[in-house]
């Protein structure tokens, strides 16, 4: 793969009524490169009267031409945004790559095709919907009219930018509703890029706006507080989640969350450890372990455990650490100074708590600059380590063995997360048993990140709220209506 080191970062603007604009005070805060520490341009600084605008915008094109267009019209806007993300692939991977420190190739391997899909799939699931229709015997039939629910207010992760964003827009748009976004502040482009294309594919003026800035006290807090926004969607970690739901409570918004994860990977020793590993390797540490699905919490049955630890440190080592533009880089840096100051004081957690760290910890040798930090794996640690308990959200496991399937069963659902499992088995009965008491809202068996998007996402406990995910998807961005008519 050759990587287009040509692209150049951008100044990243507000995008309200279908028009890049600057924020009323002029104020900007900077973007900085991750893994060079270097600035790459200003990003619009915005707050509430942005937002207002932003508002106020869609609002009005919920009642403009956007409301009459036909669904075959609006499944045909979303084709073309897709399209156009596709067209764009090798730019979009650039500019993602910079405001991440993800290598450029994972970007245009996985990032942004799934961008360009999200829309694919929903242009096409929504004109596959029916309705719900009941005959009550000869008195009357009841059918279900659904509505868009309105302003949408969409606020996103930094991990997988534009993934992420065009997973909730794509659905948010096709059932017509219109939209303010907030781009995590670590990560504006790909989103500043998306209005764009969005314009480019035919939606009208004031459907999609997009307001840069922050969260307490900024844009994040004026989209949650505004009373004429009908709806929050919102990916991140639980303490912001609870925060958005305390400021939505006044206006009984409806709530759409994605939060965090602790999530166990249970491995039995009938599995076939050669696949377990090659698939383990992925799920620790993909995306520099910046992933709200990574298995971070492994349990290997005892029998099995030295020789999965021998094994998996073997192939974590050979794992290439540095610059996202060398197309032959596994791991990147981390997003930026504060999150990678955090996931290293876990790995000193971790050694307060009498871990073995069997490789990485520390700062890859000859990379003086950037946010790096060698994959790592732990051992050793009690149930109630930290490390154990919270997540970490970097490139960082910890390998655990067990005794019996009561017993890892009981370990895995010991936390306040509940966004997804990993389960390996050959033996069909366990499979099921085991799927069954895990409490996560994705249980995987003998694979990971297998995704079909038509399926239920989301998770329970402190990893969210509702699912997403084809005809869920279509609930949370549409009010239905039941009408009753009597024969």
């Given at each position: ?37 270097e600035?790459l ?8 009267t ?9 609002r ?7 409301k ?16 156009l993300?596709v ?10 790559s ?8 994972l970007?245009?391997k ?7 899909y ?45 993934l992420?964003l065009?997973?909730k ?7 017509g509703?219109?939209?303010v ?36 006290n ?8 505004h ?7 919102f990916?991140?970690e ?30 039995f ?18 995306n ?8 971070s ?7 099995a ?27 990147g840096?981390l ?7 955090r996931?290293n ?7 307060e ?38 997540e ?36 069909l ?5 085991v799927s ?25 406990k ?5 699912r ?20």
């Amino acid at each position: 793969m050759t990587v287009d080191t040509k692209v150049k970062a951008i100044h990243c603007s507000h995008f309200i009524n279908g028009q890049y604009v600057d924020s009323q005070n002029k104020e900007t805060f900077d973007n900085v490169n991750p893994a060079t520490e270097e600035i790459l341009g200003k990003v619009a600084l915005g707050g509430k009267t942005e937002v207002d605008y932003a508002v106020a915008a869609a609002r009005r094109a919920l009642d403009g031409p956007w409301k009459k267009i036909t669904l075959q019209e609006r499944s045909k806007i979303l084709r073309r945004i897709g399209d156009l993300i596709v067209e764009r692939v090798d730019e979009l991977a650039q500019l993602e790559s910079m405001d991440t420190g993800k290598p450029v190739a994972l970007a245009k391997k996985i990032d942004i095709p799934r961008a360009a899909y999200n829309f694919h799939f929903f242009a096409d699931y929504i004109t596959s919907v029916g309705t719900d229709a009941y005959q009550q015997d000869d008195q009357a039939i009841h059918y279900a009219y659904r509505r868009p629910v309105g302003v949408v207010g969409i606020i996103k992760p930094w991990n997988l930018p534009l993934l992420l964003l065009t997973w909730k827009l794509a659905p948010c748009l096709g059932m017509g509703n219109t939209a303010v976004i907030k781009p995590a502040e670590w990560t504006p482009m790909t989103a500043t890029v998306l209005m764009e294309i969005c314009k480019e594919a035919g939606v009208p003026d004031g459907v999609v706006n997009l307001v840069h800035g922050f969260g307490p006290n900024s844009a994040g807090s004026a989209i949650s507080e505004h009373p004429d926004v009908d709806a929050i969607s919102f990916i991140g970690e639980p303490g912001t989640g609870a925060a958005i739901m305390k400021a939505g409570a006044d206006n009984l918004k409806k709530l759409s969350f994605e939060l965090g994860g602790k999530n166990p990977n249970i491995i039995f020793g009938d599995a076939d450890l050669d696949e377990v590993i090659d698939t383990t390797i992925k799920s620790s540490f993909i995306n520099q372990g910046e992933v709200c699905l990574c298995g971070s919490r492994i349990y290997v049955e005892r029998h099995a455990f030295q020789e999965f630890l021998e094994k998996f440190v073997a192939r974590t080592k050979e794992l290439r650490v540095g610059d996202p533009n060398n197309p032959n880089t596994d791991v990147g840096a981390l997003v930026s100074k504060e999150h990678y100051d955090r996931v290293n004081r876990y790995v000193e957690i971790a050694k307060e708590d009498g871990g073995t760290i069997h490789t990485g910890g520390k700062r890859p040798e000859g990379i003086e600059k950037g946010y790096y930090l060698e994959p790592t794996i732990i051992t050793g640690l009690e149930r109630n380590s930290r490390c154990i308990k919270e997540e970490i959200f970097g490139p960082v496991v910890t390998i655990t063995p067990f005794d019996m399937e009561e017993e890892v069963i009981m370990q895995a659902n010991d936390t306040h997360y509940g966004l997804s499992a990993t389960l390996w088995t050959n033996d069909l009965r366990r499979a099921h048993r085991v799927s069954h008491q895990l409490e996560a809202g994705i249980i995987w068996v003998n694979t990971w990140f297998l995704r079909d998007l038509r399926t239920p996402f989301g998770g329970m406990k402190h990893s969210g709220i509702g699912r997403t995910g084809g005809m869920h998807s279509l609930d949370f961005y549409t009010e239905q209506s039941n009408i009753t008519i009597k024969l």
